[in-house]
């Protein structure tokens, strides 16, 4: 009798815990011509503008999906273009909002994580609500003016973003 109500016990625990109705996650992604797109508008953009610039277009998992060294652009225009992006796609906001919540409060901002940087240049890449990537822009004279070249790449494909 002690044997069957362990049994018991043990069976209608492994009922409670295993999932009844397990779904597969369904999202979406940016594909490399959209990426190549965004990274080729906000290149232009700058470079219309006279700036020599880097541009990274990471997707959902902050992987590098396209990243160009623009000609005349600093080295170091590559890695902070990433870590924009990468910042901007962690976070979920554009990356010159965190540059505002490290000046606001450098204490309990976690600017201490790898590739993370507080400065402007980076913005998500959202479909509705949801970041399927991000885009970050580096060397022009001023954030401000990478995002204005970050944004019109995104402006380029706003229209597929759906």
């Given at each position: 009798m002690r044997i069957i109500h362990c049994l018991a016990t043990i069976g209608a625990a492994l009922s409670i815990a295993s999932p009844t109705h397990?779904?597969?996650i369904t999202h979406k992604?940016?594909?490399a011509a959209m990426a190549l797109t965004i990274a080729e508008t906000a290149l232009t953009t700058c470079t219309a503008s006279g700036y020599h610039v880097s541009v990274a277009v990471l997707g959902r998992n902050a992987e590098i999906i396209v990243q160009v060294h623009g000609?005349?652009?600093s080295p170091h225009t590559v890695e902070n273009s990433f870590r924009k992006a990468y910042t901007s796609r962690t976070f979920r906001v554009a990356s010159g909002e965190i540059a505002r919540r490290v000046k606001d409060d450098p204490q309990?901002?976690?600017v201490h994580l790898s590739n993370i940087i507080g400065a402007q240049g980076g913005l998500p890449i959202k479909?509705?609500?949801d970041v399927?990537?991000?885009v970050g822009v580096s060397g022009s004279?001023?954030?401000d003016k990478?995002?204005?070249c970050a944004q019109a790449g995104i402006d380029k494909v706003a229209a597929e973003l759906k």
């Open positions: 397990a779904e597969l992604d940016l594909s000609d005349g652009a309990t901002f976690m479909v509705g609500d399927v990537g991000s004279p001023g954030g990478d995002e204005v």
